[in-house]
Every structure is written in C-alpha cells, then in structure tokens.
C-alpha cells in the first residue's frame, strides 16, 4: 500500500492543466494589452495635450513604466491577503474579477482619460494580486515525495506565459492598426474572462493549503520587529539606527514628491523603508533569540538574504521591460514593411523562450554538466543579467547608426532580442523556482511578492533616468560625449546591468541554497 502511495505521489499532480491553461489566457491578456499600449497613447487622444515628438513619447513610456511598478507593487498585497486571511485560491479568483472589469473599461473607454486610467489602475491591482500566487499555487500542488517534477512545471509554466505573449504580440498590433482601439483591447478582456472560468473549473482538485488562522508569533515582521527594538546591556543599537535613517530617507523623498513625482517618489519611500528595515534587523537579529524560535530566525536570516539576491535583480527588469517602451519607439524609425508594426518585433520575445527554454534544458544544461561545470540557478541568473547587458550595447550601437543618419532595417533588433530573451529565461524562469524553493511555508505569498517587486524598482529606474534627460543641464552634458540622449541611455543601462552582474556574481558566490517545498 505504501508503494502505491508513493507511485501515486510521485505523479504529475492532475489540477496542473487548470492553472497553466488560467496562466495562458490570463498572459495572452496582460501583453495583448500591454505590448500595444505605447503605440496606442502616443497616437491616441489621451495625450492631445502633449506635442507629437520626443516629449509624447516620454510621456507614453512614463505611463508605461508607471502602470508596470503597479503592476509588480500590488503583489505585496495579494501575498499579504492570500497567506493571512483568504488562501491563495479565493485571492486569485477575487482579483482576476476586478482585473476583468479593468480589461473591459479600456475597451469601453479608449477616447475617455479618466475611464481609460481607471481601468489601468484595476488592471494594475487585479494582476498584480494574483501575480505572487499563480507560481506558489502551482508549487503548493507539489510534495517532496514529487517536487523533482516542479522544474518541468516551472518551466511548463513559464513557457506556457510565453506561448500566450507570442500570439497577443503577434496579433494585438495588428488589431489595433485594422480594427481600432476598442476590439484591440476588448479581445483581451475576453481572454481574461475565460482565464478566470478555467480557473473555477479546477476548483475541486486543488491542494489548498489554507492560510495562517491567526497572527504567526514567529513571523517574519515581528521576528525583525524584535531584533530591531531589543535592548542588550552595554550594547548599542545600530540596527535600529539603520531602520530610523531608512524611515528618515522615505519621508525626505515623500516631501520631494513635487519635484520628483508622485509614483517616483512612493517607490523611493519604498526602497529606503525596505532597506533601512532589512538592513538593521540584519545587524540585530541575533537578539531575537530566546524571544522567538531558533527556526524562525534562522528562516528570517534566510529571507534577508534573498532579498538582496532580489534587489541585485533589479537592473535587469530595468532593461527588459523597455522593450515594450524604448526598444518600439527605436523600431518605429526603422524600416519595415508596409504591413508590418514595430510593436510586433516583441513577438520574437516569446517566440524565442519556447525554443530556448526546452534547448537549455535538454541541451545546454547537460552539456555544462558533462564538461564539468554545474549551471545551478544563481550561476544561470549571473549570466541572464550580464546578456541583458550586451543586448543593450547592440541596440545602442543601432541607436548610434541611426543618429548617424543611416536608415536601418528593423531586422537589426533580432539579435538584441536573442540577446535579452537568452538573458531572460536564465533569470525570469530560474528566479520563478528559486524564489518559491527559497522562501519559509508560512511566507511564500510574501516572498513572492517581492519577488515580483524586483520588476517595480526595476521600472522605478526607468522613470528617473527619464526624468534626468528633462534637465537641461544634463542633456548638455550628454551633448558633449557625442551620443544621443537616447543613445546615451541605453548604453548607461547596458552598463548599470554589467555592474549588476558583477556583484551579484561575486554576492551568491557564498550563498547557500535551501529547500522549503511540503513535505506532504
């Protein structure tokens, strides 16, 4: 009998099919719409206000960018919901409703500001809700008896995210050009609504693993609430010296709010509080024990440290994200055919993840293994975030033809595709994994979420590189180097992400991975 239990647990888990099919349409309606949504406000009335030229684009890639930290700023919230108080089922399919009614206010709302942004806005929390929840759901299905078959799901998943990005890059534009704006985002509302239906459907199958009953005594804010606030005889505080200063810094860029922006000015609040806290409970921590469970220290311990894996991470979401901003805008100079739309070339994205994510794995990876060096996640990610970076340095060397007065054939951007794509799946799919394997049972919604957190810093460094070419002064002084301002940005972006790689490779170097899947 217990041969048989094990058989059976060592089984593809049958509910699988439910939540890569709800994955699918629900990815093939989030790039539907995101990867035309340039495109659309740069054209579009919404920004009549602002002259055609540079300053509506910037303005278009602001919105962008701006939407996308919302994006990835929500899952805090969806985490903190599903693991406190309604499970990750229930937060999934709550917030997949509101994100269908802000899919269908886009479509209903393409000539109205107000309509169009609140739509954005529920697009924004409704995916951003389920985004941490998804990956851990499809990890919650797994025990240790069968985890050997997460790898494969983990990259079933992310492959099936891309499989539904290819066609909506490959057809949305197309839309949008020959049918409008309103069919263009109204096709996603739909596939958004089958998502959420498919999703139902596997309601009975599920493993559900329910969330805390009431507030963990070892949890990991009050873990570090204790490390921070504990007093030791004849000892300082520098910890809590940390924490204050980074509460000091949030507030000082809270008051800069004017100058810099309201979203700007949010996230920089954000990023000083996270690393004034994370920092100074680092510094304490060990005045926690006694207070609370040498295993929910050690686990805190062990989430600090992935949270600067993450924000090493950072850079490279910085770089991959424009390509639905930056990189379109370039393609829009290019030249192409008649019929054929820059936005379309993001289709090569996806495209290429479906071919490279089966080749690493049957391929590459075993190569490696055989002439003798390991590909494990953190070496995989070192290398992702360092092809980012040479992507870069091949759209800025096009960048620096074409201000050279050369036309260029949009054709050139498929090799800084295949670049950052490669770069991608060693990162994005690996970070998937590594984060949910990483992460306590008690906090995986949490840590996931600022897994995902990664992507809004990410685009907060895309917003204030924008909003330093708007000085004047600045821009002089890019004039003097003989670049464009555009292409000046793109080559301090390959540079940010090379950096980036460096010290994240020499950081993991003494990293010790964990394993925290179920064990039953």
């Not at 393409?110 to 929390?125: E, M, N, Q, T």
């Amino acid at each position: 009998m217990q041969a048989s239990t094990t058989s059976d647990a060592a089984k593809m888990p049958r509910q699988i099919p439910y939540i890569i099919g709800n994955e699918g349409c629900e990815r093939f309606s989030f790039y539907g719409m995101r990867n035309i949504l340039v495109q659309f406000l740069i054209t579009s009335i919404l920004l009549s206000h602002i002259p055609l030229g540079d300053e509506r684009q910037l303005a278009a890639k602001d919105l962008m960018h701006t939407f996308m930290i919302g994006v990835y700023f929500f899952p805090l919230l969806g985490g903190y919901l599903a693991d406190r108080f309604f499970g990750k089922y229930n937060t999934i399919l709550w917030f997949s409703l509101i994100y269908c009614a802000g899919q269908f206010c886009l479509a209903l709302f393409v000539d109205h500001r107000l309509g169009f942004f609140v739509g954005l806005g529920l697009i924004a929390l409704g995916s951003g809700g389920i985004k941490p929840l998804v990956a851990s759901f499809v990890g919650d299905q797994f025990t240790q008896a069968n985890k050997h078959l997460a790898k494969i799901v983990f990259d079933g998943f992310y492959w099936i995210i891309n499989f539904g990005s290819l066609f909506a890059s490959l057809l949305m534009p197309l839309f949008l050009k020959n049918y409008g704006a309103q069919v263009a985002f109204g096709i996603p509302g739909v596939l958004m609504l089958i998502a959420t239906l498919v999703l139902w459907l596997g309601r009975r199958q599920y493993v559900m693993v329910p969330p805390m009953s009431q507030a963990d005594p070892d949890s990991f804010f009050r873990v570090a609430r204790t490390a921070l606030l504990t007093r030791r005889p004849g000892e300082g505080r520098p910890g809590l010296i940390v924490a204050i200063a980074g509460a000091v810094l949030a507030l000082a860029a809270l008051v800069f709010a004017p100058q810099l922006g309201v979203v700007i000015a949010i996230c920089l609040a954000l990023v000083a509080l996270l690393a004034g806290i994370g920092g100074g409970a680092w510094l304490q921590l060990d005045r926690a024990r006694g207070l609370h469970s040498d295993v929910a220290v050690d686990g805190v311990r062990s989430v600090l440290r992935v949270l600067v894996i993450f924000a090493l991470v950072t850079p490279f979401f910085s770089l991959f994200d424009q390509k639905a901003s930056t990189w379109v805008i370039q393609g829009n100079a290019m030249t192409k055919p008649e019929w054929f739309v820059s936005s379309q070339m993001q289709a090569l994205n996806p495209a290429l993840v479906m071919i490279l994510i089966p080749f690493n794995n049957l391929v590459l990876y075993p190569w490696l293994r055989r002439i003798g060096w390991e590909a494990t996640a953190l070496r995989r990610m070192t290398a992702g975030i360092a092809f980012s970076g040479l992507a870069w340095i091949v759209i800025g060397g096009i960048q620096v033809v074409m201000d050279g007065g050369n036309a260029m054939s949009i054709v050139w951007q498929v090799l800084p595709y295949a670049l950052l794509t490669f770069g991608e799946v060693l990162v994005s799919a690996t970070g998937l994994e590594f984060a949910y394997s990483q992460a306590p049972a008690a906090m995986k919604g949490v840590v996931m979420s600022f897994w995902n957190l990664t992507t809004t810093i990410g685009n907060l460094w895309v917003l204030l590189a924008n909003l330093a070419v708007r000085n004047e002064t600045l821009t002089g002084s890019i004039a003097t180097t003989g670049f464009s301002v555009t292409a000046f940005q793109m080559f301090f972006f390959a540079a940010f992400a090379l950096i980036a790689a460096l010290i994240f490779g020499l950081y993991v170097r003494g990293y010790k991975e964990v394993d925290n899947y179920r064990v039953t």
